[in-house]
């Protein structure tokens, strides 16, 4: 058995520090010890998106992270997009534009459509299934994906005006 390491980083703005063996991976460390269940465990293969984070300023499959490479690294998942009781302009579009379907992708959805709009807050339609295309549904339905990416978009625009 590995010895274990302490690791500190920012999880949803707040400071936290968790004992993990060396390879143990981040969505592990954030489900079962952090208590962080919005990301979920898909293939573990990094196909399908379910556990995609924010991690530092970067869209990552949280199944291909270890969570030592988090040492003082500032990480968001679904959990920190709400703020004091509002939802963020995503969970607000996929709610509206009945993004959700059955729910299983959907936190890793947002997570990756909030990289992109803060890399291109005005995407195409072309460009938010590109950058989708790492997270997959398997209810059939993009449509409503897209547009509820489209629909934060123009909430987000609308409030920066």
């Not at 707040?14 to 979920?40: D, Y």
């Not at 990480?75 to 059955?102: M, N, P, R």
Request: hydrophobic residues 35%; glycine residues 8%.
């Amino acid at each position: 058995m590995a010895k274990k390491q302490a690791v500190s980083f920012k999880l949803n703005g707040r400071q936290v520090e968790v004992l993990v063996e060396p390879r143990e991976l981040l969505i592990h460390s954030l489900r079962e010890k952090l208590q962080h269940t919005g990301p979920h465990i898909g293939c573990e293969t990094s196909h399908c998106g379910a556990c995609t984070v924010d991690l530092d300023g970067m869209s990552v499959k949280s199944c291909t992270v270890l969570t030592v490479q988090c040492q003082d690294a500032e990480v968001l998942t679904i959990e920190g997009f709400e703020q004091s009781g509002e939802l963020h302009a995503l969970q607000e579009g996929f709610t509206q534009e009945h993004g959700l379907q059955c729910g299983y992708c959907t936190p890793g959805m947002i997570t990756r459509a909030f990289r992109l709009l803060k890399e291109n807050p005005s995407p195409s339609e072309e460009e938010i299934r590109y950058w989708m295309a790492g997270n997959l549904c398997r209810c059939t339905g993009y449509q409503n994906i897209v547009k509820a990416v489209q629909y934060a978009a123009k909430k987000m625009s609308s409030a920066h005006t």
